[in-house]
């Protein structure tokens, strides 16, 4: 697999990567596995937090080592470019790491399920506040149908005005890479300033 | 960053044998272009551990660490046109 890069090319080749966030099943692994052209791969972080002021855990050690598993999949852009998708862990608690894999992403996708729009507030609010990742909202449409319209989610997720909102359906292949299309167009389509820091 | 790519600097020799065993596994991986990811899903070894163990290999000179593309800055522009001319073509 991947055999038909010759060594020759390898020094040439660059990746890149786009950050696939969303709730607890929204649909992100689904939404990696279609577009990927690997099966999904999850690879595990091990992760040391220092440990919460808990009263009784006065026996274990200041430190807590937490195993994190993530998704990601891979899509070869051309002879020399790669570019990535990871999937963030679904799960609150785990979101300490997310500066860390976000750091250096070209964009974010948030996965969105209309029937529980509670669960993506979180990452709604993270990239809001992290103006340096350039973010799509996609809703992923169960059922074929979505119970709001996208006006409605802008308004009750309080997201920017000129983030792209998409419908799609992540078990669509065509239907999910419009989404990374339009994520890239977004990130093509907005001023960048030295400022901005990676 | 876990997307970075490394590939070994001499694709066509064998690990040197002073190093580690988990260290000689990543050399003959690295062979072919590899993300930081696949190498530690591929060998079962955390994503932290993987980079140290990268960034070792690296210092010693025998894996090259490609460019990452972030689209941060604006002369990057051309690389993320070509990944949108990559991505209209896979998904047309």
């Known amino acids: 697999m991947g055999s038909n890069v010759s060594s020759n090319d390898t020094a040439s080749m660059m990746s890149t990567k786009i950050v696939i966030a969303g709730g607890f099943g929204a649909g992100k692994t689904t939404l990696v596995g279609s577009v990927s052209e690997i099966p999904p791969v999850t690879t595990e972080a091990v992760m040391t937090e220092a440990s919460r002021a ?39 608690r785990f979101w300490f790491m997310w500066d860390d894999l976000v750091r250096g992403a070209v964009g974010a996708v ?82 960048k300033s030295a400022e901005l820091v990676g | 960053m876990v997307q970075t790519l490394v590939s070994t600097a001499d694709p066509g020799t064998e690990p040197p044998n002073n190093l580690m065993p988990e260290s000689q596994n990543i050399y003959r991986l690295c062979r072919e272009a590899r993300s930081v990811a696949e190498i530690a899903a591929e060998l079962k070894i955390p994503l932290g551990v ?24 604006p002369s990057e522009n051309q690389v993320l046109e070509r990944a949108l001319r990559g991505l209209e073509r896979l998904f047309q």
């Open chain 1, 54 to 92: 808990h009263d009784d855990t006065s026996a274990t050690p200041q430190k807590v080592t937490t195993t994190v598993a993530m998704d990601f999949g891979r899509l070869t852009l051309d002879r020399e470019l790669i570019m990535y998708m990871f999937g963030t862990p679904g799960q609150a």
């Open chain 2, 50 to 73: 993987t980079q140290v163990l990268l960034s070792d290999l690296a210092d010693q000179g025998l894996v090259y660490i490609h460019p990452t593309i972030t689209g941060h800055s």
């Open chain 1, 110 to 191: 948030i996965v969105v399920d209309s029937r529980r729009l509670a669960d993506c507030f979180d990452a709604v609010d993270y990239f809001e506040k992290n103006q340096n990742i350039p973010y799509v909202i996609a809703l992923n449409k169960f059922d074929g149908q979505l119970e709001y319209t996208p006006d409605e989610i802008r308004e009750a997720l309080e997201i920017s005005p000129d983030v792209p909102i998409i419908d799609f359906d992540a078990r669509d292949r065509r239907s999910s890479g419009n989404v990374l299309k339009r994520l890239l167009e977004y990130t093509l389509s907005r001023p």
